[in-house]
């Protein structure tokens, strides 16, 4: 039963000339034959060739279906609303680099100082945008030296930072404060009694990167007025802040839901990959909610290229020749079965 299952699914996927037929057939059949796993007859799909119409899966969780725009007569929400999700002091601003050039600034970094970044991972990627941003206004290193004047840790794609708590001592010492990036995530827990973003100083969110926005990023830990951030900032845009604070009064009541989702579609797609022998970056301890999935493969540039081919947004880590696929709350089951079977497709063309 399940070979005529597997041929029938074959024979669908040579039919289908769009991505949806295919998936409809797949789950048509699959839900017919109920006395095998679905998981695992999922797992066996694969795909040889791009569809003729091609879906968009994005890496971060922003869809068309969740597309705003400004109103003038759009009723202003308190930023009191969200003292639950970030303290008493936060600003709101455009984007999350706007967060850290801002708290550069207002730290008073002179060019010949310093920022000492720690990061997850044990290697010397760190993003562009961060290092871009830092370097307008100061230096930056991996140690703290007599130069360091503030230290960011950097909670990559959501997993954390562990060694946080000894690193708080010692900058505690020096009087050094400490800047935790958590653009990828919100709620992630670094230990059974502390959560990122709630150790640090300061905190910085990207919300694209966690919540179905287009722009918006928190500075947690300082609030600044709008007129400092227009006048001594030059980075305020009133209209964008209103329709940022109505998603985020929206969307933050729901992000222990969005936290299980990825977390579930983590696993799912762990679940695929180790089966076909490879491996995945980055410990999921309980409590932990990444943004991504990064699989490590000799051969990812060939695979980034083939996901970008089939409408799939991802990214290469260099450092880890690894690639990385989206898990945020708003991809669909139909979606990470789709990304298995591009996988699968790839390893029947070549050796990954």
Not at 135 to 155: L, P, W
Not at 272 to 300: C, H, M, N, R
Request: hydrophobic residues 35%.
């Amino acid at each position: 039963m399940e070979k005529k299952a597997r041929l029938m699914i074959k024979s669908h996927i040579m039919k289908a000339s769009t991505f949806s037929s295919c998936i409809k057939n797949i789950e048509f059949n699959l839900n017919y034959y109920k006395g095998n796993d679905l998981v695992d007859n999922i797992h066996g799909l694969s795909i040889s060739e791009p569809p003729f119409i091609k879906p968009h899966i994005a890496l971060s969780p922003f869809t068309n279906n969740f597309l705003s725009i400004h109103k003038k007569n759009l009723n202003k929400l308190k930023t009191n609303n969200l003292n639950e999700f970030f303290g008493n002091k936060f600003t709101l601003l455009p984007r999350a680099i706007y967060c850290i050039s801002v708290l550069l600034k207002h730290l008073g970094i002179k060019k010949n100082e310093n920022i000492a970044i720690f990061k997850t991972f044990n290697n010397d990627y760190i993003s562009r945008c961060v290092t871009e941003t830092i370097s307008s206004q100061c230096g930056f290193t991996r140690e703290i030296n007599k130069d360091t004047k503030a230290v960011m840790v950097i909670h990559e794609f959501g997993y954390p930072y562990k060694d946080l708590i000894k690193l708080k001592d010692e900058c505690r010492q020096s009087k050094i404060p400490i800047i935790e990036n958590c653009a990828w995530t919100y709620g992630t827990k670094i230990d059974d009694k502390h959560e990122v973003g709630t150790i640090g100083d300061f905190a910085i969110y990207s919300l694209p990167k966690i919540l179905p926005l287009q722009y918006g990023g928190i500075l947690k830990g300082i609030s600044i007025s709008d007129k400092e951030i227009m006048e001594k900032y030059h980075v305020l845009d009133s209209p964008k802040n209103e329709l940022i604070i109505s998603q985020l009064v929206k969307y933050m009541p729901k992000i222990n839901y969005y936290n299980r989702k990825r977390r579930n579609n983590w696993f799912y797609l762990s679940k695929f990959f180790s089966k076909k022998g490879f491996e995945t970056l980055g410990d999921l301890q309980e409590g932990v909610y990444p943004a991504a999935i990064i699989v490590k493969a000799k051969d990812y540039q060939k695979l980034y290229e083939r996901y970008l081919d089939f409408g799939v947004e991802t990214a290469r880590y260099y450092h880890e020749e690894s690639i990385i696929l989206p898990i945020h709350q708003n991809i669909t089951k139909n979606q990470l079965d789709y990304l298995c079977a591009i996988f699968s497709g790839q390893l029947k063309s070549t050796n990954v």
